[in-house]
C-alpha cells in the first residue's frame, strides 16, 4: 500500500502546532516527525504559508468530522445543539491539539487573509448549523426564546471564549460548568 506523503505531512504538522504552536512549525521539523528530507515538504509546500493553509484546512476537515460524528447520533434539535456544545467541551480539554491548533490559526489569519477566510467559512458553517437546530428547536418547544444563546453568533462566541479560557487558565476553569449553565438557558 502506498504511503500518502502530503497526509503525513499534514499529520505531523498538526501535532507539531498542537504541542509547540506556529513557533515550531517548519519544514524541518516537519520533516524530522516524518522521517523524512526536509525537500519532500518543500516539494507539496513549498512556502511556510503553504503549509500553514494546508494544515488550516486539514483541521477543519478534523473538526468537521468530529462534529458530524457527534450530530450522527442525535435526530432532534435538542440533542443537536447538546451535542454542540459536547464538542466544544472536548476542545475544553487541556490536551485538545485542536484547539491549540486553531488558537494558533486565528493569531497568524491577524496578517494573513487567505486563513483568514479559512477560519471566517469556519465560523460561518459553524454558526449556520447551530442557527438550523436553534430554528427547529424554537419551533418545537425544545429551545427558550427568551435565550440570548438563540442567537448562532453569540453561542458560538460563548463557546470559543469558553474554550480560550480552559486552555489559559487550565484546571481551575470548569468549562463543563459553564456549558451547562448555557445548556440550562438554552435548552428547555
Not at 503525513?8 to 516537519?30: D, N
Not at 486553531?102 to 489569519?109: E, I, M
Not at 442567537?151 to 456549558?179: C, H, K, Y
Request: net charge neutral.
Amino acid at each position: 500500500m502506498a504511503v500518502d506523503r502530503k497526509e503525513q505531512i499534514l499529520a505531523a504538522a498538526y501535532e507539531i502546532v498542537g504541542l509547540e504552536g506556529l513557533e515550531g512549525l517548519h519544514a524541518r521539523s516537519v520533516a524530522a516527525k516524518v522521517g523524512i528530507n526536509h525537500a519532500a515538504v518543500h516539494y507539496y509546500y513549498p512556502k511556510r504559508l503553504d503549509l500553514l493553509a494546508a494544515v488550516t484546512s486539514y483541521a477543519m476537515t478534523r473538526f468537521m468530522r468530529d462534529r458530524d460524528k457527534l450530530l450522527s447520533g442525535a435526530n432532534n434539535p435538542g440533542p443537536k445543539l447538546e451535542a454542540h456544545l459536547a464538542l466544544a467541551e472536548v476542545y475544553c480539554k487541556p490536551n485538545s491539539r485542536f484547539l491549540k491548533n486553531w488558537v494558533s490559526f486565528f493569531v497568524a489569519a491577524i496578517t494573513e487573509e487567505s486563513l483568514r477566510n479559512t477560519l471566517s467559512d469556519h465560523l460561518k458553517d459553524w454558526a449556520s448549523t447551530m442557527k438550523t437546530d436553534i430554528e427547529s428547536g424554537s419551533k418545537t418547544g425544545v429551545v427558550r426564546r427568551a435565550s440570548p444563546f438563540v442567537n448562532p453568533e453569540l453561542l458560538l462566541a460563548s463557546l470559543i471564549g469558553l474554550m480560550l479560557m480552559s486552555q489559559t487558565l487550565g484546571e481551575s476553569f470548569d468549562a463543563g460548568e459553564r456549558l451547562d449553565l448555557i445548556a440550562g438557558s438554552l435548552l428547555a
